[in-house]
């Protein structure tokens, strides 16, 4: 009886370990799209001042191929290249998904599970027949 106390509290521990696990992973991503998201708003609106207060140099060039697919963009506003970098950063950090999945399965106690794991779907209650309004 001590060993199947022993077993169900170890199961117990290693599932909510699971579960924590998971959640951490959680929120390191959306930490992460945060910040993405902020510094690439940060250089679109650096970039945006730089526009308007009309900050000029010589000419910038950024090319970009991706699969046979490219371009390049050239411009002498160091305005319009933040704005270019923050929109692909933001853009990259919407876009950018990882799925975080828990399978919950026993570990210590497999030895008393010899039924495959039951699917439970939930079902409404029946309810009785409604009235039409106006009875």
């Known amino acids: 009886m001590a060993r199947l106390r022993a077993m169900i509290a170890l199961e117990a ?6 579960h924590h ?12 799209r945060y910040l993405g998201f902020v510094t690439g708003m940060i ?22 191929n991706v699969d046979g697919t490219g371009g390049t963009l050239k411009s002498s506003s160091p305005g319009l290249m933040l704005v270019v970098f923050g ?13 975080i999945s828990v399978t919950d399965a026993p570990v210590y106690t497999n030895e008393w599970i010899s039924a495959p794991s ?14 039409p309004a106006g009875e």
């Open 43 to 64: 250089l679109a609106l650096v970039g945006t001042a730089f526009i308007l207060g009309k900050l000029q140099e010589r000419f910038s060039e950024f090319t970009a």
């Open 21 to 32: 696990q998971a959640n951490v992973l959680l929120m390191s991503q959306l930490w992460i």
């Open 13 to 18: 521990n290693t599932l909510e370990r699971r």
């Open 87 to 99: 929109m692909i950063l933001m853009l990259a950090t919407v876009i950018a998904r990882q799925e």
């Open 118 to 131: 039951v699917q439970l779907e939930a079902t409404p209650p029946h309810l009785p027949p409604r009235k």
